[in-house]
């Protein structure tokens, strides 16, 4: 693939979910060939794009049971598949611990399959334990949602320290792909306290695009479909297809 | 200590710190003492309340090289201890895994010191992992707030389940103090759905206080202080104070 985009943070509900799913959708909306991998055990990604057959999933891929290219399914989303999970992928947070090679049994599961598409994104757990570290050694980048809030900002400088530790240990080429402000909320001073500190101390690496906080986003995942695909013309999906537009062109300044 | 109660869901960004904090400001504000235990390694609700040193932590207790009492501190709030934490925290993850007593290491930490204070509150980190488990088997009983939002249902039966593993295997004490609806927003037909889907599914369960989407709440530990401090008038404020009410009435009639 062009690129492997672990999408992390781990701060809770500060829109990864939200982000994996209809950046994806977006991606795909724009002719790239894309696929999603669901590694949060909370299986929200899955849910958010209706699928129910999970009987190949991540963690049977990553446990060994099924191989990546049984468990991709193709979503309501062309060009958009998916390798769904369930509520067991918890239990590889210890089950990998034993392993020889547990850093990397994300990355090895997905080394062929992943070459058939231009864009993968792994949805992550809101922790930086072992499931995250898998994610961030199979990514060739990182895109880090950071909600327009205070206790969001607190996580920011131990993430950007855990990304450097896998870059220095287990992925030299894991590099940053961007921040992305999520949850903006105009009638509120403190997101833009948030957000025009993280623009201080991260610079270039925050998207311009910003995606403000919009019922309609929320409200798609009781429908199972992508915001983009549920309402188009709504403030959240715009932002999403600006923010894919802006990171295909900085795939193309690269 | 009357009421070991940890407040828990896999679910991020629920409102577990913001209810760990306001909840144990309330009580405290109603006469009775209470120690608020910080064992998210994220800290967010040490630094919600204001606390810098933490030279003793929760993972230097567990691990064994503070007591609990040594590492209790004053807070601003009278009759509101805290026990806060440092990112530390999120290897005892890993490390609580080889221990023969790992599930107790909180429970007989603070086995001692539980007795000074009436209520003792654990905030947990967004997973159902080994700092979960040690909370869930400290405590008495598990209050889960439950964000009006739709992916925040699709975990819930999981934490149950996870909550009777730990009644039948760990701790056979364990009760449930309810669930609180968090982030409650009247603009939006979501918030009544999810809420009214809760009520049915888990009766008199749910409280009938239900805490407001307030955005004084979300600037309050910028301040580095409780909303009940920072802005008493407030919805979230007046929320969390019904709640306490709430709880201390539930107690009474026990
Ligand atoms: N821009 C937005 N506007 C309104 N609601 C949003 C927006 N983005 C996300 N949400 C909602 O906020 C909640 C949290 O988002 P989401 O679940 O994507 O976060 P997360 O980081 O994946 O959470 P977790 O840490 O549990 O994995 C969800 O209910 C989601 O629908
Ligand atoms: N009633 C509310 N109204 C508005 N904002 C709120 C409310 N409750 C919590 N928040 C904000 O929502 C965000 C998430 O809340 P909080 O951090 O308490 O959740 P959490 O479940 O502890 O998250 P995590 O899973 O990361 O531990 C925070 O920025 C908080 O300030
Ligand atoms: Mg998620
Ligand atoms: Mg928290």
Redesign the interface.
């Known amino acids: 693939a062009q690129r492997i985009i672990a999408i992390a943070n781990?701060?809770?509900?500060?829109g990864k979910?939200t982000t994996s799913i209809n950046l994806a959708t977006a991606l795909a909306a724009c002719g790239r060939s894309v696929l999603l991998v669901d590694f949060d055990p909370?299986?929200?990604a899955s849910?958010?794009l209706g699928v129910e057959d999970r009987i190949h999933n991540s963690y049977s891929v990553i446990a060994g049971s099924s191989t990546a290219d049984v468990a991709i399914q193709a979503t309501q989303v062309p060009r958009l598949d998916i390798i769904p999970t369930i509520?067991d992928l918890?239990a590889a947070?210890?089950e990998l611990?034993d392993m020889p090679d547990r850093e990397f049994r994300l990355k090895m599961a997905i080394r062929r399959i992943s070459k058939q598409y231009q864009y993968v994104i792994i949805d992550c757990?809101?922790?930086?334990?072992m499931l995250t570290v898998n994610a961030l050694t199979a990514a060739t980048s990182v895109l880090v949602p950071l909600?327009c809030?205070?206790?969001a900002l607190?996580?920011l400088s131990?993430l950007m320290r855990t990304v450097e530790a896998v870059r220095a240990g287990l992925n030299g080429d894991l590099q940053m792909q961007g921040i992305v402000l999520t949850m903006f909320?105009t009638?509120?001073k403190?997101s833009a306290?948030v957000a025009s500190d993280v623009r201080t101390h991260f610079g270039d690496l925050v998207y311009k695009t910003v995606v403000p906080r919009n019922?309609r986003v929320?409200?798609a995942?009781?429908f199972g479909q992508p915001v983009l695909i549920y309402d188009l013309k709504c403030p959240g999906s715009q932002a999403y297809a600006a923010l894919a537009a802006e990171l295909l062109r900085q795939e193309s300044k690269a």
């Open positions: 781990q701060k809770g509900g500060v979910t909370q299986g929200n849910t958010g509520v918890s947070e210890v611990s757990p809101p922790s930086l334990g909600q809030e205070f206790y607190e996580g131990q909320d009638r509120n403190l306290m019922v929320s409200e995942p009781s």
